[in-house]
């Protein structure tokens, strides 16, 4: 009777949850309000303790100090002004290409996602540089529109991603195997986003018109484009993304030599001033501390919820509805992909992907396949009307004409990508899970 009376109180414990994040209550504050009530019905003063241990152990996890070092790397860059440089380099790279000015965007949407993974800050900025060059070029407004926001979010897939470090460290996965998972699916999604313009372009040239490219410019000047623009920025991706892979540096050693990078070529190019080194250092700041607080409120309430039987009760749940593999995976995604909706990335996978991990090996699936398929469905919370993010962070700088309707509609080819790229991965999971086979071994 006990048992059962606790297990009810875990359900009453998620129910308010979830009413509280439908009445837009702080995410992480709620958790550990919860944990501590619910916590201190069920273990008594024990749970005070357990709340400060638990801070100090985020604090001191060293898979999480590279949270604030890859965020510094790209805040860094971000405010030095590389992206002008960068897109202006592949414009000239990519001209004789049909869509040449869509795939430049792509491919510096790309970059500066896998150099920031910050969405807002890559959508905002190519927002206000690519979006209305494409316009001025002749570019259909849904199709420019769809190129910013599909482009702006693939650093939450592309390695050194920051979401897939926190999803190691909340499945006590590798890191390094996760990023090595994750290399081909991302190459993958920003390949088909790019064959979908190009085949736009073929198809219907005058949704993507060639640019006006000054004739005069020869092989040598956009050579010397390329490698003052472009090749500094890959070098220092494929530094840190190496010294990872190859086992030369951990995580957070190689995001440290990400951010020292990002201040020499911030340096070298003269475009971090006083104040945009304190901006970065603010934003920094700002976003470690609220993904350390959610790390801290998600452990407090799941550990308070496995306490009272919750866990195992969604485990009983689903064992008892006789799910195939394909079908409980699919059941997740789909569950994932509705929480995109109202839910940032980091609450998903810090709050709700925790109560399906302890079920994959009921199911026999892999957790590194788990992980990069939640990476790509994230995609999806920022491209899925009507609370697609990305779309609402152009419209803030897109020009007055453009309407969110506008921005929807182009959104969704690109949506269409990413549901096709996770089909692929399942199907075929030797995309992502052969290379650290390679490198690492099988499991």
Request: glycine content about 10%; proline content about 6%.
């Amino acid at each position: 009777m006990f048992e059962i009376s606790q297990q009810v109180l875990g359900v009453i414990m998620l129910g308010i949850f979830i009413l509280t994040l439908l009445l837009g209550f702080p995410i992480a504050f709620t958790l550990v309000a919860l944990g501590l009530a619910f916590g201190y019905m069920a273990i008594g003063d024990a749970i005070f303790s357990t709340l400060v241990l638990r801070a100090y152990g985020v604090m001191t996890n060293h898979v999480l100090i590279a949270v604030p070092l890859f965020l510094f790397m790209g805040y860094l860059i971000e405010r030095a002004g590389v992206l002008a440089r960068l897109f202006e380099a592949l414009q000239l790279a990519a001209r004789r290409l049909p869509g040449s000015l869509g795939i430049a965007s792509l491919l510096t949407c790309a970059l500066f996602a896998t150099a920031s993974g910050i969405v807002g800050a890559v959508v905002t900025l190519m927002g206000l540089l690519a979006y209305p060059q494409l316009l001025k070029n002749g570019y259909d407004k849904k199709l420019a529109a769809g190129i910013i926001c599909a482009g702006g979010t693939l650093g939450i897939l592309i390695p050194p991603s920051i979401m897939l470090i926190l999803y190691g460290a909340m499945a006590a996965e590798s890191i390094v195997r996760l990023y090595a998972a994750a290399l081909f699916p991302g190459f993958m999604l920003a390949g088909l986003y790019i064959l979908y313009v190009m085949a736009r372009a073929i198809i219907t040239p005058e949704a993507a018109p060639r640019p006006e490219i000054a004739p005069d410019i020869g092989f040598g000047s956009v050579l010397l484009k390329i490698a003052t623009s472009f090749v500094p920025l890959f070098v220092l991706i494929a530094a840190v993304l190496g010294s990872i892979l190859v086992g030369l540096a951990t995580p957070h050693e190689a995001a440290g030599l990400g951010a020292a990078g990002a201040f020499l070529l911030a340096i070298v190019y003269r475009g971090l001033t006083w104040q945009g080194f304190r901006e970065a250092m603010y934003l920094t700041i700002r976003t470690s501390a609220m993904i350390c607080w959610l790390f801290v409120g998600a452990w407090i309430f799941s550990s308070v919820f496995s306490l009272l039987g919750g866990h195992h009760l969604i485990e009983e749940f689903f064992l008892g509805l006789e799910l195939t593999p394909i079908q409980f995976l699919i059941l997740a995604q789909v569950t994932i992909f509705l929480l995109g909706w109202p839910l940032e990335w980091t609450e998903i996978i810090i709050i709700f992907v925790p109560i399906f991990l302890p079920l994959l090996p009921a199911f026999g699936i892999d957790p590194i396949l788990f992980g990069v398929l939640v990476a790509l469905n994230i995609q999806t919370s920022f491209l899925t009307p009507p609370m697609a993010m990305s779309a609402f962070y152009l419209k803030g700088v897109a020009p007055k004409h453009v309407e969110l309707m506008d921005i929807f509609k182009g959104i969704l080819p690109f949506l269409a990508c990413v549901f096709i790229s996770m089909i692929l991965f399942y199907t075929f999971p030797a995309i992502g899970l052969w290379l650290p086979d390679v490198i690492y071994g099988t499991r």
